[in-house]
């Protein structure tokens, strides 16, 4: 079994749609949570950081934590078709570079016209 | 803006094959990585180096070594390219004491199809 499940999706939406991305992990050491946001042909690049529990938004991003549950989530409101963009999830038991972090596969996303 | 820049973007290269893949930073960061990207197995570390001459093995460094004679280039080495060596390889650096912990910023990525 992985550290970090992601559902790689393709996951399409018309323009406007609430959309919801997920993760589930199973290293409960983990206390660092990133969404990094990669277009095609382009590398990732980070989009929200949150420790430990709780919620963060960030204009039409949002991102929870349930550490209980080790599940984590990714809300994007009003979505846009420039929010087309493969979405991976990161985290980390500790602060630290990238030797640190553990990435799920990514979740593929289409915001339709 | 950081700027990570990964020199060859597509590279066609046949088995048996050494092959250099560059990646120069000019934002002065201390921390620098090599990562592959591969369908359903998403970004998995290769090797990574904290300072000048200093490297680290990653999660899958077999098949592959790094050079980091100058604190912003640090180059991925293929001795002997191999098939399942055909990948999107992605350069990333990492400022310690950063705000934001877990940031790592990413080059392009080098699209390498070993034939």
């Known amino acids: 079994q992985k550290e970090v499940e992601q559902d790689p999706g393709p996951l399409s939406v018309p323009e406007g749609a609430i959309v919801s991305l997920n993760c589930t992990y199973s290293?409960?050491?983990?206390?660092?949570f990133m969404w990094y946001r990669q277009y095609s042909r382009k590398g990732p690049e980070l989009l929200m950081y949150t420790y430990s529990s709780g919620n963060k938004e960030d204009g039409r991003f949002t991102a929870q934590v349930d550490k209980s549950s080790k599940y984590i989530s990714l809300f994007i409101r009003d979505s846009q078709p420039s929010d087309s963009a493969t979405y991976l999830c990161?985290?980390?038991?500790?602060?630290?570079?990238?030797?640190?972090?553990?990435f799920g596969t990514g979740t593929q996303l289409k915001v339709e016209l | 803006d950081v700027k990570v820049t990964q020199s060859s973007r597509y590279l066609v290269k046949r088995t048996g094959e050494k092959v250099f893949l560059e990646c120069v930073q000019d934002m002065d960061h201390e921390n620098m990585f090599w990562y592959r990207q591969d369908p359903g197995l998403g970004l998995r570390l290769i090797y990574f180096s904290y300072d000048v001459k200093m490297k680290e093995k990653g999660d899958i460094p077999e098949g592959y070594s790094v050079s980091r004679e100058k604190k912003e280039r640090f180059s991925l080495i293929l001795e002997s390219a191999s098939t399942n060596q055909t990948s999107m390889y992605l350069c990333?650096?990492?400022?310690?004491?950063?705000?934001?912990?877990?940031?790592?910023?990413f080059g392009e990525g080098s699209r390498l199809t070993v034939l």
């Open positions: 990333a650096t990492h400022r310690p004491g950063q705000a934001s912990p877990g940031e790592l910023f």
């Open positions: 290293n409960s050491a983990f206390q660092y």
């Open positions: 990161a985290m980390s038991g500790m602060a630290g570079g990238g030797n640190k972090l553990t």
